[in-house]
Structure formats: structure tokens, C-alpha cells
């Protein structure tokens, strides 16, 4: 009897697999839409603090503010200079931007989602959008401002009086008022109905094959999902990855800032420090050195370059050194191993990170 060649190939295939110990390399089967709801899902309503109610007043103002660099010591920098809207609210530099002079130690983050984040920044030193509004203003390698300063001169402005009287009901101006319009205008930058979103409403061909074999390694093989899941895609929690720190190592003026922030959070070894000691300036905890948190990734292939540094430039390279297991570091976290992905898997893996990048939500505001 002649056989077919196909089943002959498939049969000989068969029985090599099992020879080998019959470990068949199954490619990972495409997870449902519900399946991927419940680890990941929709984006609900925006969370808005009780004293600090969205209006649409509220957040022209707050959007003001934010472009305004009358905010900045020296007139040259907004809040926008390090966070653009083109490049989802963060830079393209590694490190900082800085105050003119001054050097900044970490990546400017991406803002879009960021009322969602809780705590906020890489080592989660501030814990909502309205107790840190005024942080980079007063910082001095941000804005290096005073906020009495900045009050005064708002209200001899001929604008600023009408547009809080518009937001709050008077003209009063305020510390505590600049803060809540600008964590108003923060809110309202919520990014969602991305191809993710619509493939978990059912919409199977809002993923194209790339992207939905991307989407099955993110929860299977390469295992993102333990760290970033939730609507966001994060756990909120602090990781040490051992991210390169090349950059930093190798400039005294960026160690010098990072000695001087260690020093004002009260890191007792802030003198010897060599690198940015991350989470453990916060809880002072040693076990926290070198972790930070975990960043969402809606509309990630907006802002690079990645990580709390800047060290890693494209998603590539980004997915690259997690299939290589993260850094170096002997303390890195043990959730991270070598992933074994070949060039397909990880171009696919990147493919669907793309999947992630959706539209501003239009927010019905009164
Ligand atoms: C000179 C550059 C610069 C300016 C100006 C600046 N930022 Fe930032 N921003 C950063 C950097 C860098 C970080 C990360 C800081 C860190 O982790 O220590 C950050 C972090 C943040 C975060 C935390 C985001 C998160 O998810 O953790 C928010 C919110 C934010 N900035 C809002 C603002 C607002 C509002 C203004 C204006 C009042 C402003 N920034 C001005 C560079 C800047
Ligand atoms: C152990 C938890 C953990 C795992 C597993 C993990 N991540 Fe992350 N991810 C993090 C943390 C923590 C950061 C920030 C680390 C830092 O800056 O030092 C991060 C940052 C990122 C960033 C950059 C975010 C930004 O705004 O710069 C991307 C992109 C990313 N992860 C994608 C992935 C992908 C893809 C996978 C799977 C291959 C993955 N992550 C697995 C915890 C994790």
C-alpha cells in the first residue's frame, strides 16, 4: 500500500517526538475573549477622590496649568516639557528632562491612565495625583518654584483669576487649588477601546494572527501577565528586574542627584550609594533596593525609551531582555527566567503590545 506523503512526514514526526521523550513543542492555543477579560478586562470609570469632583472648568484650568512654564523657577519648563502629549505624556530621553543645570536621575513616565496608578512614581513615594501635583514644582531638579511665589503671581494674571472663579465657584487662589486642577486635567487622560479591548468584547479579528499568538505568549509561555494584569496591565507592586544602570554608573552628576534625593528621603547610607536604591527610599527596607514599580503598558509603544532609567530603547529590546531573563543582579526577582522565545515569538510578543495602544475616552463632564 502507498501512503500519502503527508501522513507518512506527520507519522515519522510522531515518532521521532516520542523517542525524543514525546515533549512536542505545542504551539499555545489563542486564549478566548473571556479568558483574557478575566485576567486583564475594560478600564472602569476613572476614579475621582471624594473633595475633588471632575468639571469641565476644572480641567481647562487644570490643562492650563499644565502647559504654563511660569510654573518653573526660571520661566523655561511645564509640566508638558516633560510629559508630551505626542509621546503618551512622557519624553523621549532616558533621563529627565531637568531643571536648567540640574540632572534627573530617572525616565519621565507616561502619563496616560495615570489617575488608575496608586501609589504614583517609580518608587510609589506619592500616593495620589492630588498630594503630588506640587511635588516637581517645588522640586529643585524639576521646577525648582516656591508655591507662595506662584500663587501670587497667578493672581496678578489677567487670566487666572476668571478661570479658577469659573472652576471653584470664586477667584481664590491656592496651593491646594493649583493641585486639584491639575490632577483634574490628569484624570481626564484615559486611553482605552484599543484592538485588546474590542478582541474582549468578541471581536476576534481586532487582533490579527501576529497579535493574537503575541497575546497567548503574554499570558502563557513568556508569563507577562504575572506582573501586569488587571486593566491597567499592572500589579501595582514593586519588582527588581536588574534593568542595565550603565548610564547612571557612569555619570557622577546623575549619581550625585541620586545621592541627594536618597539624602532627603532619609536613607541612612545615602553617601555610598552607587545606584538608584528605587523602593527602599520609600519603606526602608533593604529587601526593596533596586525594585520599582511596575508601570502599566496601555499605549506603551508611544513612550519610549523604557524603564525607571530609560535603559532599554524600542519594545524589542525591552522583550528581548525579559527572554533573557531580566539583568544581571543577583537580588533580581525570582519570577523572572530565561524565556526560551525565538525570534517569531518575540516579534509577535511586540506585535501585541502595539495591540495595546487605543483613543482618549471622551469624558462627559458637567
Ligand atoms: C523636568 C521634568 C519634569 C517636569 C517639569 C515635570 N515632571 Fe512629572 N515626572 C518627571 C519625572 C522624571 C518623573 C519620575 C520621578 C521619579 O520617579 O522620581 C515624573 C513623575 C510624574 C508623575 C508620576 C506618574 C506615575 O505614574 O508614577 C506625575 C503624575 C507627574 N510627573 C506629573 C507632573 C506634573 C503635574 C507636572 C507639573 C506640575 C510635572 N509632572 C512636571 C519629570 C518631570
Ligand atoms: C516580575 C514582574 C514582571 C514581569 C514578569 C514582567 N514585568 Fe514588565 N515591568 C515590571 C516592572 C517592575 C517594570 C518597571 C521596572 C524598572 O523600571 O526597573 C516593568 C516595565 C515594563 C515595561 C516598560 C514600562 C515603561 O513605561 O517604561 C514594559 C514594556 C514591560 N514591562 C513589558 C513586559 C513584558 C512584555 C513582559 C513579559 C515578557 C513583562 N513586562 C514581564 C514587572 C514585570
Same mark, same amino acid.
Not at 46 to 61: I, M, Q, R, T, W
Not at 151 to 158: I, N, R, T, W, Y
Given at each position: 500500500?502507498?501512503?500519502?506523503?503527508?501522513?507518512?512526514?506527520?507519522?515519522?514526526?510522531?515518532?521521532?517526538?516520542?523517542?525524543?521523550?514525546?515533549?512536542?513543542?505545542?504551539?499555545?492555543?489563542?486564549?478566548?475573549?473571556?479568558?483574557?477579560?478575566?485576567?486583564?478586562?475594560?478600564?472602569?470609570?476613572? +476614579?475621582?477622590?471624594?473633595?475633588? /469632583?471632575?468639571?469641565?472648568?476644572?480641567?481647562?484650568?487644570?490643562?492650563?496649568?499644565?502647559?504654563?512654564?511660569?510654573?518653573?523657577?526660571?520661566?523655561?519648563?511645564?509640566?508638558?516639557?516633560?510629559?508630551?502629549?505626542?509621546?503618551?505624556?512622557?519624553?523621549?530621553?532616558?533621563?529627565?528632562?531637568?531643571?536648567?543645570?540640574?540632572?534627573?536621575?530617572?525616565?519621565?513616565?507616561?502619563?496616560?491612565?495615570?489617575?488608575?496608578?496608586? /501609589?504614583?512614581?517609580?518608587?510609589?513615594?506619592? +500616593?495620589?495625583?492630588?498630594?503630588?501635583?506640587?511635588?516637581?514644582?517645588?522640586?529643585?531638579?524639576?521646577?525648582?518654584?516656591?508655591?507662595?511665589?506662584?500663587?501670587?503671581?497667578?493672581?496678578?494674571?489677567?487670566?487666572?483669576?476668571?478661570?479658577?472663579?469659573?472652576?471653584?465657584?470664586?477667584?481664590?487662589?491656592?496651593?491646594?487649588?493649583?493641585?486639584?486642577?491639575?490632577?483634574?486635567?490628569?484624570?481626564?487622560?484615559?486611553?482605552?477601546?484599543? /484592538?485588546?479591548?474590542?478582541?474582549?468584547?468578541?471581536?476576534?479579528?481586532?487582533?490579527?494572527?501576529?497579535?493574537?499568538?503575541?497575546?497567548?505568549?503574554?499570558?502563557?509561555?513568556?508569563?507577562?501577565?504575572?506582573?501586569?494584569?488587571?486593566?491597567?496591565?499592572?500589579?501595582?507592586?514593586?519588582?527588581?528586574?536588574?534593568?542595565?544602570?550603565?548610564?547612571?554608573?557612569?555619570?557622577?552628576?546623575?549619581?550625585?542627584?541620586?545621592?541627594?534625593?536618597?539624602?532627603?528621603?532619609?536613607?541612612?547610607?545615602?553617601?555610598?550609594?552607587?545606584?538608584?536604591?528605587?523602593?527602599?527610599?520609600?519603606?526602608?527596607? /533593604?529587601?526593596?533596593?533596586?525594585?520599582?514599580?511596575?508601570?502599566?503598558?496601555?499605549?506603551?509603544?508611544?513612550?519610549?525609551?523604557?524603564?525607571?532609567?530609560?535603559?532599554?530603547?524600542?519594545?524589542?529590546?525591552?522583550?528581548?531582555?525579559?527572554?533573557?531573563?531580566?539583568?544581571?543582579?543577583?537580588?533580581?526577582?525570582?519570577?523572572?527566567?530565561?524565556?526560551?522565545?525565538?525570534?517569531?515569538?518575540?516579534?509577535?510578543?511586540?506585535?501585541?503590545?502595539?495591540?495595546?495602544?487605543?483613543?482618549?475616552?471622551?469624558?462627559?463632564?458637567?
Amino acid at each position: 500500500m502507498i501512503m500519502p506523503l503527508k501522513p507518512v512526514i506527520a507519522g515519522a514526526l510522531v515518532l521521532l517526538t516520542l523517542l525524543l521523550g514525546g515533549k512536542v513543542q505545542a504551539e499555545e492555543p489563542v486564549p478566548a475573549p473571556e479568558q483574557v477579560k478575566a485576567a486583564i478586562g475594560h478600564l472602569g470609570p476613572v +476614579p475621582v477622590p471624594p473633595g475633588n /469632583p471632575l468639571s469641565a472648568a476644572k480641567v481647562a484650568l487644570g490643562k492650563k496649568l499644565f502647559n504654563d512654564t511660569r510654573l518653573s523657577g526660571d520661566g523655561s519648563l511645564s509640566c508638558q516639557t516633560c510629559h508630551l502629549p505626542e509621546h503618551g505624556y512622557a519624553t523621549l530621553q532616558a533621563l529627565g528632562p531637568a531643571y536648567p543645570s540640574q540632572y534627573e536621575r530617572r525616565n519621565s513616565p507616561a502619563l496616560v491612565n495615570v489617575a488608575y496608578n496608586q /501609589p504614583l512614581i517609580w518608587d510609589g513615594r506619592a +500616593p495620589g495625583l492630588d498630594q503630588q501635583a506640587l511635588g516637581p514644582v517645588k522640586n529643585i531638579l524639576h521646577m525648582n518654584n516656591d508655591v507662595d511665589l506662584l500663587v501670587e503671581q497667578l493672581k496678578a494674571d489677567g487670566d487666572y483669576p476668571e478661570a479658577f472663579r469659573k472652576a471653584y465657584g470664586d477667584a481664590g487662589i491656592d496651593a491646594a487649588r493649583i493641585a486639584s486642577a491639575l490632577a483634574s486635567f490628569e484624570r481626564t487622560l484615559v486611553f482605552d477601546d484599543s /484592538p485588546l479591548d474590542r478582541y474582549m468584547d468578541g471581536d476576534l479579528a481586532a487582533l490579527d494572527a501576529a497579535q493574537q499568538h503575541g497575546l497567548a505568549l503574554f499570558l502563557g509561555k513568556a508569563n507577562c501577565i504575572q506582573c501586569h494584569h488587571g486593566p491597567n496591565l499592572t500589579d501595582n507592586q514593586f519588582h527588581d528586574l536588574a534593568v542595565p544602570e550603565q548610564a547612571i554608573v557612569d555619570n557622577p552628576q546623575i549619581l550625585a542627584a541620586i545621592r541627594f534625593d536618597a539624602q532627603r528621603m532619609g536613607l541612612p547610607d545615602w553617601a555610598q550609594l552607587t545606584r538608584d536604591p528605587g523602593r527602599e527610599l520609600v519603606s526602608k527596607d /533593604p529587601t526593596d533596593r533596586g525594585k520599582f514599580r511596575t508601570m502599566g503598558l496601555r499605549n506603551i509603544e508611544n513612550s519610549p525609551p523604557y524603564m525607571h532609567n530609560g535603559a532599554l530603547a524600542t519594545l524589542a529590546e525591552v522583550v528581548a531582555f525579559y527572554d533573557r531573563g531580566g539583568g544581571d543582579d543577583p537580588h533580581k526577582s525570582p519570577l523572572l527566567k530565561p524565556l526560551g522565545l525565538n525570534d517569531a515569538e518575540r516579534r509577535d510578543l511586540v506585535a501585541f503590545l502595539r495591540a495595546l495602544t487605543g483613543t482618549q475616552r471622551h469624558l462627559l463632564l458637567e
